[in-house]
Antibody
Framework: EVQLQESGPGLVKPSQSLSLTCSVT????????WGWIRKFPGNKMEWMGY???????SYNPSLKSRISITRDTSKNQFFLQLNSVTTEDTATYYC???????????WGQGASVTVSS | AIVLNQSPSSIVASQGEKVTITCRAS???????LHWYQQKPGAFPKLVIY???YRASGIPSRFSGSGSGTSYSFTISRVEAEDVATYYC?????????FGSGTKLEIK
């Protein structure tokens, strides 16, 4: 059974970078697509981007200049970096496996990140 | 980006009642690419229905979905107390993937 787990700082200062790790067990990240989704206070959900089995990436245009998703296949982990954060980036960040038809069929528990000085 | 207009934003239902949530897309979507998730308080989102009408593994038969083109719906035939959650539709047809605004289900 695939399991995903996010980790990273829960507090980031404005203008700094947010960095999160998603550790995957039970399934190789060299198969399928692996993405990041965030949920803002008030329930809005936003797909941020994904990294594919081959290492190619796709990002939400609303974030394109600030986001980077990378991976370490030897550790079966993938990573999110979001630069120049503001308080509007305060959210719960989820990693997920993206299957065919764009369905997110496995999710991590979520990492709450607050942007505040 | 495809915008998903989900309604209602909240529902208060009695146990045993039938509830229906609608999701209308700003552009036509193949039914293969419309999915529904359940997020219980304090938990991560869980896939309930994929490709419009297929129940994910372990999902009870009281959950169902239908639709085509720009109009989709999600139904719980007889609501149970454990169904308290926020439900989201999501399209995987085109990037950026997008979600509906969510429907919060509460029990009377």
């Amino acid at each position: 059974e695939v399991q995903l787990q996010e980790s990273g700082p829960g507090l980031v200062k404005p203008s700094q970078s947010l960095s999160l790790t998603c550790s995957v067990t039970g399934y190789s990240i060299t198969s399928n697509y692996w993405g990041w989704i965030r949920k803002f206070p008030g329930n809005k959900m936003e797909w941020m981007g994904y990294i594919s089995y081959s290492g190619s990436t796709s990002y939400n245009p609303s974030l394109k200049s600030r986001i980077s998703i990378t991976r370490d296949t030897s550790k079966n982990q993938f990573f999110l970096q979001l630069n120049s954060v503001t308080t509007e980036d305060t959210a719960t960040y989820y990693c997920a496996r993206r299957g065919l038809s764009g369905v997110m069929d496995a999710w991590g528990q979520g990492a709450s990140v607050t942007v505040s000085s | 980006a495809i915008v998903l207009n989900q309604s209602p934003s909240s529902i208060v239902a009695s146990q045993g009642e039938k509830v229906t949530i609608t999701c209308r897309a700003s552009s036509s979507i193949s039914s293969n690419y419309l999915h529904w998730y359940q997020q219980k308080p304090g938990a991560f989102p869980k896939l309930v229905i994929y490709s419009t009408s297929y129940r994910a593994s372990g999902i009870p038969s009281r959950f169902s979905g239908s639709g085509s083109g720009t109009s989709y719906s999600f139904t719980i035939s007889r609501v149970e107390a454990e169904d308290v959650a926020t439900y989201y539709c999501q399209q995987g047809s085109s990037n950026p993937l997008t979600f509906g605004s969510g429907t919060k289900l509460e029990i009377k």
